[in-house]
């Protein structure tokens, strides 16, 4: 019903800039609340950022002052950049939505994920 398509990513050299981007598509009603998750090889899925629909953000410890989560409600995509890149950052990259479909059911939907390959 609702799908989110993930693009950008790939490598990147420390202290490098990267970029990504997802878009919802489907029967959207209102999209809720947007974010990112990373999972680091051999460790859990961590939340890296997320935005109200209202436009308020909220960021993970570790790339505060790097990174920057945007939102475009009318065109109901999510972009992550990316800044300052650290080998720490390397993690495979999901987006996350809330969405509310046009029969009003609520779900929560993830992207395919997008690698991030940073080197030292």
């Known amino acids: 019903q609702v799908q989110l398509v993930e693009s950008g990513g790939g490598l990147a050299q420390a202290g490098g800039s990267l970029r990504l981007s997802c878009a919802a598509s489907?029967?959207?009603?209102?999209?809720?609340?947007m974010g990112w998750y990373r999972q680091p090889p051999g460790k859990q899925r961590e939340l890296v950022a997320a935005i109200s629909s209202a436009g308020f953000t909220s960021y993970a410890d570790s790339v505060k002052g790097r990174f920057t989560i945007s939102r475009d409600n009318a065109k109901n995509t999510v972009s992550l950049q990316m800044n300052s890149l650290e080998p720490k950052d390397t993690a495979v990259y999901y987006c996350n939505a809330r969405a509310i479909t046009e029969r009003w059911i609520e779900l929560e939907v993830w992207g395919q994920g997008a690698l991030v390959t940073v080197s030292s």
């Open positions: 489907g029967s959207i009603f209102r999209i809720e609340h």
